[in-house]
């Protein structure tokens, strides 16, 4: 096992706790930390010791990320290329990014917009519409820059109005192409039915979409993205290992649908799929601690101007990019899971698209740091998650002292 976790510990730190709590965690903890697998460094005696300060992580990915474009990419981008090495980059621009030479375009507009001495890659996707050819398939595959397909159901989420009507009615040539070519589908995964309730559409696509779906192409590579229920990680886990997996981010592991009300109604919560009861949140959140492959990281960070989001019809979407990392620190902190967060972040996901982790490594350290309240850009203001809070885990590509 790769995770090195490094713990350099102060005696007078306020989160201390015995070491024996750290490596050998009662219930509901499964840290199991191998000896060998780890290095354990103190600076007081190891009878002294706590949980882990800093904590030495291959460096992640995000497999799920809306960059936009213009003067918006330009102030986001930064916070992503910060932390992850590499990126999914979603296609719902407007107009959407429906063809290879749109996305090699794309592509290009973020590695301008890029700060200077970054490897950052954007590996970029297709916006599948009804009338997407498998041609554009064959052509996104031999482009080498192309890395999914992306269905947006027709309305049910960001600009997904050129979305899909009908996935196996319109589109099951491309879907055969995708086989042939090995290039996975990525799902928003909820039904736009009027009739079906807002909390139910998850599962209702689980049931009336996705399961077809995969009935009838078992061997389609199949990826369900910022997954909230409990519904869908069984429905992940009834699948092959190695053709559906899911992302999940950090709203739906750390708030349940509370944080939409909580005190007046609080629109820099709001996402789609929208927040879900608690008990949910806690299946995803033993999910993706539990150590399954089928789980990876993907932030679904999706910046909305303030003035979208503060107004009589907000926008759907949680700007995450500058705090995600911490955040996962957290929920596999609270576990008792620290040790399966490297291969969520950073493992799980190139091991899925078939891609080489990545060699570099990045370092969280047990520091409080106060989130901003808000990023400012052009005529503009973002409202990160976590606005104004002080969170613990600081990422940084400083390595070890
Ligand atoms: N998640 C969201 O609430 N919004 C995303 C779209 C999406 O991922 O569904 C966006 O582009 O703003
Ligand atoms: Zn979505
Ligand atoms: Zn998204």
New binding site residues.
């Given amino acids: 096992m790769q995770v090195a976790i490094t713990a350099t510990v102060s005696p007078h730190h306020p989160h201390l706790k015995p070491l024996v709590s750290f490596l050998r965690p009662s219930p509901p903890h499964r840290v199991r930390i191998h000896p060998l697998s780890h290095r354990l460094t103190t600076r007081a005696s190891a009878m002294a010791s706590s949980a882990p300060q800093q904590l030495t992580i291959t460096r992640p990915d995000d497999w799920?990320?809306?960059l936009r474009d213009g003067q918006v990419l330009a102030a986001v981008l930064p916070h992503s290329a910060m932390h992850f090495q590499r990126a999914i980059v979603?296609p719902?621009l407007k107009p959407p990014v429906t063809t290879t030479a749109r996305a090699v375009e794309y592509r290009e507009e973020i590695l301008r917009a890029l700060p200077p001495g970054s490897s950052f890659t954007p590996l970029m996707t297709l916006y599948l519409t009804d009338t997407t050819s498998p041609e554009e398939i064959k052509i996104a595959r031999k482009s080498g820059v192309v890395f999914a397909v992306k269905l947006y159901p027709a309305g049910a989420?960001?600009n997904s109005q050129d979305g899909v009507t009908d996935i196996l009615g319109k589109c099951l040539p491309v879907l055969e192409e995708m086989v042939r070519q090995e290039m996975p589908l990525l799902v928003?995964g909820e039904v736009t039915d009027p009739h079906v309730d807002t909390f139910d559409r998850e599962k209702v696509f689980i049931e009336r979409i996705l399961a077809p779906l995969v009935q009838r192409l078992p061997q389609l590579k199949i990826v369900m993205?910022?997954i909230t229920t409990m519904d869908a990680v069984n429905f992940v886990e009834s699948c092959k290992e190695g053709n559906v997996a899911a992302t999940v981010t950090p709203q739906h592991l750390l708030l349940n649908r509370n944080a939409l009300f909580q005190g007046g109604l609080q629109p820099h919560n709001y996402c789609l799929p929208v927040l879900k009861r608690e008990t949910h949140r806690q299946a995803i959140v033993s999910a993706v601690t539990s150590g399954s492959r089928q789980y990876f990281l993907g932030t679904?960070s999706?910046p909305h101007d303030k003035r979208m989001k503060e107004c009589s019809c907000g926008c759907a979407?949680i700007y995450s990019a500058p705090v995600a990392l911490s955040l996962y620190a957290k929920v596999f902190e609270q576990a008792g899971a620290l040790d399966k967060l490297e291969a969520f972040t950073s493992f799980n996901g190139p091991d899925f698209y078939g891609l080489p982790r990545n060699n570099s490594k990045i370092v969280l350290r047990r520091s409080g740091w106060k989130v901003p309240a808000t990023y400012t850009y052009g005529g503009g203001v973002i409202v990160p998650m976590s606005s104004g809070n002080t969170l613990e885990w600081l990422p940084s590509d400083q390595p070890e002292e």
Avoid: Q, Y
């Fill in positions: 799920h990320l809306h979603m719902n989420t960001t928003h993205e910022h679904d999706a979407g």
